[in-house]
RNA sequence: GCGAGAGUGGCGGAAUUGGCAGACGCGCAAGACUUAGGAUCUUGUACCGCAAGGUGUAGGGGUUCAAGUCCCCUCUCUCGCACCA
């Protein structure tokens, strides 16, 4: 009997077939329940699941149980981002095709996901590289396309001569690819955009609608990269050329302190002045060596504040439009052709950075702000003064508070035409194209007559070929698929070239949430019934590293959505959670370091119910996660001491219902379950017979069904909601020991009415176990159809509660009172304490503060 | 450099609103059962001290009857941004 364990090696696959043939967990639209739609950011089908992917469906299944059990309507679906490069070097590599090794991962780790009883909708399951999926991808980008948020452009792109394909700012990671790693390059190419700077502000005064539900890391991030920045566009002129040079300051007060302005070494100013002729040819030759120079770092290097200031004079000056100055026009590595105008003011005195510049190249530091005392002096100051001050050498703004001067400034440069104010944004627009053959074809053919031709929607999906040659060689295999390449102009009918790159993956991924609301849909995208009811997603849970790419694209779409009508919600995700990753030995499990855990092998060794339980208690799921051999076999102990538990009270159980009248619920039989009324009813009947011991239980069950879901409704406090089930586990052990089995009677409802809820409470975390008692206690039904335990106050409360007595705040006794003693009985009861007194006798009390149910303190002087 | 988060026993972590620091688990120790146990059950387990008692939440200071929690300074770690004009 001891070693009796919960056989999961059968019990599991046992009951994931029987959920599975019953369709327990399939979900429809149903105006009578509220919505719950919880999702997890969709796996890459790499080939097998990670413990990364472990916890982060273990807690999002965890929710959605909860909340199935609470009476939501839950949509909880699973499905794979499956368009990418790993299938396509695959082809290349082992020369299998991109769709069949893409399928067989897909296949292998779904097994993985239903082994560890998930409760997914496998219905509503999406997968990007399929037709009926891309099919709208493409048919969205022909809806972008025609706002106009969809366009080509030639701009320098990042590149990676790895991956062999463009990049998104968003995917370079300090210069580096964010899959492959390599040094990112920049390139000159003609390329497919989307145009998300249009919603650059939205994105980002939206942030403020998510202040509840997202953590502050993750908005902050998002409100980081996009880099709202105001300030004011001024013209100075090249008064060899008149040439207007426009640059881009959020300090226009400091616009008289203007000593020299510095462009970034690309800027094409640099062109033209050497075109010109203007300038000798050793300065020339100087100037190309620069430029050589920037063009041969990469960005990190080159823009690092680490990095030592470098510029270089032009020869030629500029005119500052405010004072009719001159000031010399320089090159330098610190500034960068793509923010703002790529033109920068120096102004020295004011700005940190323009002052080491100036400093270290002898330039002139004029004093434009002044503070309070008059202190600051272009000769002695040792740094830029950055202070609030007065404006000064400032023409007809002297005198005028620098932070009132930034408007007035820029007004004044808008009245004479040289200016304006203005907003920078840090964000650019997002780089879709990618000269890869596994992702949705861009549904654009080019025309010599007819130019660029958006596919008709008649004709989607593009299709992508089953017959490409995959080499690794001379670009993506579309290019040289003749079949592919040749298409007819849909405007003239004659023969045309199609687009042959495919779009960004992110793309896939920014509107998956919406299909899967109707994810069958042959007709349309999706049906805006179903989107309007499920959406938005209530809780969505993945990993931080989406913070300002798949997170941003993603709103970025519900914005354009809503816009053109397709969608009724502004934010796409209500609330989100960023979980923490899965350490082994303090550092993240890989390969190379020979420190992963495999899923797998844990599942086989412990079974999915005790992987699940350890990885939703080891650790908050906000925070990372130290894989610990010792800590699952802890998880695996308490499944098999909570299935011991509820195996050796079943007797008592049966007792219990033995003594009840059989009712309409219990036709089924002698087998036939206690319903919670039953209990309920049988308890009430059982009270004046019941122990302290029985009461004492009771209260503490109730009290901590009452924790445990305030726990899992209100924070995600997984780990103390599965230490209160093993306290719970623990009270029951301690009880179950005194139980006299001669003494039996309606009592043993106490017992039933424990284990009853305990079993609903470990559902979420363990379902198999929990099914398999539920149906060890009779019922027919599935537990996850039985609706989450509740707890009665009444029961909850405990009739007498321990105070500490505190003298000068040092815990001194302790004494049970009754739980509704008042604060001035308290404070009475204090004083009456024999240790109290005696510690007390002769000191004068100079103070008690009674805290009502707690505690009181004596404060005494002497 | 800027921004965010964190720092609590041998370890993972708990303390929800300023009110008993260390819940729960791991580990360790002892006992019971046992042919045996790495199974199971029970008990103990922050530190110093024989004890009474004292000390203790990175370090220092402060507010308070009372501080892991609030305020100020310092240190360390993690993450993000990083010459953004």
């Known amino acids: 009997m001891a070693e009796e364990r919960f056989d999961f090696r059968e019990a599991e696959p046992r009951w994931q077939q029987k959920w599975d043939q019953e369709g327990i967990y399939k979900v429809e639209r149903d105006p009578n329940k509220p919505k719950y739609y919880a999702l997890a950011m969709f796996p890459y089908p790499s080939g097998k699941l990670h413990m990364g992917h472990v916890r982060n469906y273990s807690i999002v299944d965890v929710i959605a149980r909860f909340r199935r059990m609470k009476g939501y309507n839950v949509l909880h679906p699973m499905g794979y981002d499956s368009f990418g490069m790993p299938a396509e070097n695959a082809a290349i590599q082992k020369g299998v095709s991109p769709a069949v090794w893409t399928k067989s991962n897909i296949a292998e780790m779904t097994e993985q996901l239903k082994q560890l009883g998930y409760s997914y909708d496998w219905d509503r399951a999406v997968y990007t590289y399929r037709e009926d999926y891309y099919k709208w991808t493409q048919w969205l980008f022909l809806q972008f396309y025609r706002q106009g948020l969809a366009y080509k452009k030639t701009a320098p792109v990042n590149w990676c001569p790895s991956c062999q394909t463009v990049l998104a700012n968003e995917q370079v990671v300090d210069g580096k690819c964010w899959r492959c790693d390599s040094d990112v390059t920049k390139n000159n190419l003609s390329q497919w955009f989307f145009k998300i700077t249009q919603y650059a502000d939205e994105l980002l005064e939206d942030l403020r609608l998510l202040e509840k539900g997202w953590p502050d890391r993750v908005r ?38 203007v000593t020299f302005m510095v462009v970034a070494p690309e800027h094409p100013i640099v062109e033209k002045i050497i075109e010109s002729g203007l300038i000798d040819g050793d300065r020339v030759t100087a100037i190309r060596a620069f430029q050589e120079k920037m063009k041969s770092l990469n960005e990190i290097a080159r823009t690092s504040t680490e990095a030592e200031k470098e510029g270089l004079y032009l020869g030629v000056d500029v005119t500052n439009p405010f004072n009719g100055e001159k000031a010399q026009l320089w090159i330098a590595n610190y500034v960068l052709m793509d923010y703002g105008t790529g033109a920068v003011m120096g102004v020295p005195a004011h700005d940190q950075r ?123 295999p579309l290019r040289r698929h003749e079949g592919f390449m040749n ?54 849970v993945g990993g931080i590293e989406h913070a300002v790419l798949h997170l941003l694209y993603s709103r970025f779409f519900t914005k354009v959505l809503r816009d053109m009508g397709y969608v009724k919600v502004d934010e796409p995700f209500s609330a989100l959670l960023t979980q923490g990753m899965v350490l082994k030995d303090g550092s993240k499990m890989s390969k190379s370091k020979g420190n992963t855990v495999s899923p797998e092998e844990m599942i086989e060794k412990y079974g999915a119910d005790a992987c699940r339980l350890f990885i939703m208690f080891a650790a908050p799921p906000e925070r990372d996660l130290d894989w610990s051999d010792a800590g699952i076999e802890g998880a695996y102990r308490f499944v098999n001491r909570f299935y011991r538990m509820v195996m050796s009270a079943l007797p008592a159980y049966q007792h219990a219902r033995s003594l009840l009248p059989v009712h309409m619920g219990n036709l ?61 586990t623990n009270a029951i052990y301690a009880y179950r020991d005194k139980l006299d089995a001669e003494d039996w009677n309606l009592r043993t409802l106490v017992l039933a009415e424990a284990i009853q809820k305990a079993i609903l409470i470990i559902a979420p975390f363990c379902p198999h176990l929990a099914d398999e008692l539920w149906s060890k206690l009779g019922y027919q039904e599935s537990i996850h159809l039985h609706p989450w335990p509740d707890f009665d106050e009444n029961v909850a409360r405990a009739e007498s509660v321990e105070i500490v007595l505190q003298i000068n705040g040092k815990v001194r006794d302790r004494l049970e009172v009754p739980a509704g003693i008042t604060a001035a009985e308290m404070e009475q009861v204090a004083l009456a304490s024999d240790k109290v007194k005696a510690l007390i006798d002769g000191k004068q009390v100079v103070k008690v503060i009674p805290v009502p149910g707690k505690l009181v303190n004596i404060v005494v002087k002497g």
């Open 354 to 476: 323009d002052f080491e510049f100036a400093k270290k190249f002898g330039m002139e530091i004029k004093v434009v702000i002044q503070d309070a005392a008059g202190t600051v002096d272009a000769a002695t100051m040792t740094e830029a003064y950055a202070e609030p001050g007065a404006m000064v050498n400032s023409g007809p703004f002297d005198g005028t508070p620098n932070l009132e001067g930034i408007a007035k400034v820029a007004a004044f440069a808008q009245e004479q035409g040289f200016g304006e104010k203005t907003i920078t944004y840090r964000l650019r627009d997002w780089l879709i194209s990618r000269q890869r053959a596994w992702g949705a074809p861009i549904p654009i053919v080019y025309c010599d007559k007819c130019g660029t031709q958006p596919v008709p929607e008649s004709e989607l999906p593009v299709r992508i070929p089953d017959d490409l040659n995959f080499t690794g060689e001379g670009g993506s």
């Open 220 to 257: 902050t991030m998002q409100e980081n990269w996009i880099g709202r920045s105001e300030g004011a566009k001024v013209a100075f002129t090249l008064e060899a050329t008149g040439d207007k040079i426009p640059v881009f300051t959020t300090r226009p007060d400091t616009i008289y302190g």
């Open 668 to 728: 089924a039989g002698f087998m036939g379950a206690l319903t919670e009324q039953e209990i309920a009813d049988g308890l009430r009947k059982a009270e004046p017979n019941l122990t302290p011991e029985d009461k004492e239980l009771r209260r503490m069950i109730h009290a901590t069904v009452k924790r445990i879901t305030n726990d899992l409704h209100d924070r995600f406090a997984f780990n103390t909601a599965i230490s209160g089930l093993m306290e719970m």
């Open 487 to 540: 298409a007819t102009c849909p405007s003239c009918g004659g023969p045309a070239r199609r687009e042959t790159d495919t779009m960004d993956t992110f793309v896939d991924s920014s509107w998956y949430y919406l299909r899967y609301a109707d994810a069958n849909n042959a007709e349309k995208a999706w049906n805006p019934e179903d989107v309007d009811y499920w959406m938005s997603v209530d809780q969505y």
